[in-house]
């Protein structure tokens, strides 16, 4: 306690406006970046450097490299985390406004409830959280739907199922990551997974011939200050202002990301990027993030959301 009391306000605020605002405005970046360079690629290109940054730091700082069976562990949660989300994500933003994405994305939490109802059996339903969760699915099919008068249109369908595999995908790694076996630092388990994420993404990029399509001399520089901005701002700076969060303060008040990074997501979409901003797109975001606060608040284990523009978390129990 004596600690907190000298520790600077400023440093605390700074923190937490840099995972309220840079997260939540690495959506539009992303929006950026894949109208010049191809989805999977882009992706590639800012793991690749994030982790090999993040990777290296913490080799200097003298932690201990992960074990063979820890790598193995590392990259199952990897190809999940990075080829299946985050490049999903990549891949949905040609197709979906970033407000939006953000939105379907904060619907983690939802399948995470799910998975730990119906398969870990570690979550009774009871009628708060079945409520919760009928409010997040309406959300997201308000999204959706194509019947409903709300006006604007409806987000694309391939991309909305982009979104949500990755929603489940994350979850899926989520729950991995309670059971196999990680570096105990949280710092070298992220940077392991980062740079694991991003050599698959090369390959999968690979495999889908991306880098045929790709030709450096015809990026715009804005997608070019979008990919800096993803590795620096999103991925170097945000996950260490979460770390330096997560030992200083309570894990609920770091979660509040959760419920920020969507609404600034939108707000930036709209004021920035030239997105519409309708009933429609409201009142799902509305419902999604009621969704989202009710079931984190429900679970007796009221640890951090897993962070959507970082891997800090994950590997850390």
Same mark, same amino acid.
């Given at each position: 306690?004596? &600690?907190?009391?000298?520790?600077?306000?400023?440093?605390? @605020?700074?923190?937490?406006?840099?995972?309220?605002?840079?997260?939540?405005?690495?959506?539009?970046?992303?929006?950026?970046?894949?109208?010049?360079?191809? /989805?999977?690629?882009? &992706?590639?290109?800012?793991?690749?450097?994030?982790?090999?940054? @993040?990777?290296?730091?913490?080799?200097?700082?003298?932690?201990?490299? /992960?074990?063979?069976?820890?790598?193995?562990?590392?990259?199952?949660?990897?190809?999940?985390?990075?080829?299946?989300?985050?490049?999903?994500?990549?891949?949905?933003?040609?197709? +979906?406004?970033?407000?939006?994405?953000?939105?379907?994305?904060?619907?983690?939490?939802?399948?995470?409830? *799910? &998975?730990?109802?119906?398969?870990?059996? !570690?979550?009774? *339903?009871?009628?708060?959280?079945?409520?919760?969760?009928?409010?997040?699915?309406?959300?997201?099919?308000?999204?959706?739907?194509?019947?409903?008068?709300?006006?604007?249109? /409806?987000?694309?369908?391939?991309?909305?199922?982009?979104?949500?595999?990755?929603?489940?995908?994350?979850?899926?790694?989520?729950?991995? !990551?309670?059971?196999?076996?990680?570096?105990?630092?949280?710092?070298?388990?992220?940077?392991?997974?980062?740079?694991?994420?991003?050599?698959?993404?090369?390959?999968?990029?690979?495999?889908?011939?991306?880098?045929?399509?790709?030709?450096?001399?015809?990026?715009?520089?804005? &997608?070019?200050?979008? @990919? @800096?901005?993803?590795?620096?701002?999103?991925?170097?700076?945000?996950?260490?202002?979460?770390?330096?969060?997560?030992?200083?303060?309570?894990?609920?008040?770091?979660?509040?990301?959760?419920?920020?990074?969507? +609404?600034?997501?939108?707000?930036?979409?709209?004021?920035?990027?030239?997105?519409? *901003?309708?009933?429609?797109?409201?009142?799902?975001?509305?419902?999604?993030?009621?969704?989202?606060?009710?079931?984190?608040? !429900?679970?007796?284990?009221?640890?951090?959301? +897993?962070?959507?523009?970082?891997?800090?978390?994950?590997?850390?129990?």
């Amino acid at each position: 306690m004596e &600690a907190h009391s000298h520790r600077p306000t400023w440093k605390t @605020l700074l923190a937490f406006a840099i995972i309220y605002f840079v997260w939540g405005s690495t959506f539009l970046a992303i929006r950026v970046g894949v109208r010049d360079v191809p /989805p999977f690629l882009l &992706a590639a290109m800012r793991f690749v450097v994030a982790g090999l940054v @993040l990777y290296g730091w913490t080799m200097v700082q003298g932690e201990r490299s /992960p074990s063979r069976r820890e790598w193995m562990s590392a990259s199952v949660i990897a190809i999940l985390i990075f080829v299946f989300d985050y490049g999903l994500l990549f891949w949905a933003e040609q197709r +979906v406004p970033s407000g939006i994405a953000a939105v379907m994305m904060a619907t983690i939490p939802v399948f995470m409830a *799910l &998975a730990e109802i119906i398969f870990l059996r !570690t979550q009774r *339903l009871t009628l708060r959280l079945a409520a919760a969760l009928l409010i997040g699915i309406g959300g997201v099919a308000i999204l959706m739907s194509r019947s409903l008068s709300l006006g604007g249109a /409806p987000i694309d369908r391939a991309g909305a199922g982009a979104l949500i595999i990755a929603a489940v995908s994350w979850s899926i790694a989520s729950v991995l !990551t309670r059971k196999l076996p990680l570096p105990a630092s949280k710092l070298m388990s992220s940077g392991a997974q980062m740079l694991a994420g991003g050599v698959f993404l090369v390959l999968t990029a690979a495999a889908l011939g991306e880098f045929r399509d790709f030709h450096p001399s015809e990026v715009s520089r804005g &997608a070019w200050l979008a @990919l @800096l901005y993803l590795i620096v701002a999103g991925s170097i700076i945000g996950f260490t202002a979460y770390v330096w969060l997560i030992h200083h303060e309570s894990p609920t008040k770091v979660g509040t990301y959760a419920y920020v990074n969507p +609404v600034v997501a939108v707000l930036v979409g709209y004021f920035l990027g030239g997105e519409a *901003l309708g009933l429609r797109t409201i009142l799902g975001t509305i419902l999604v993030l009621i969704s989202v606060l009710v079931i984190t608040l !429900t679970r007796k284990n009221k640890a951090a959301v +897993v962070p959507l523009e970082t891997t800090a978390t994950v590997g850390s129990d």
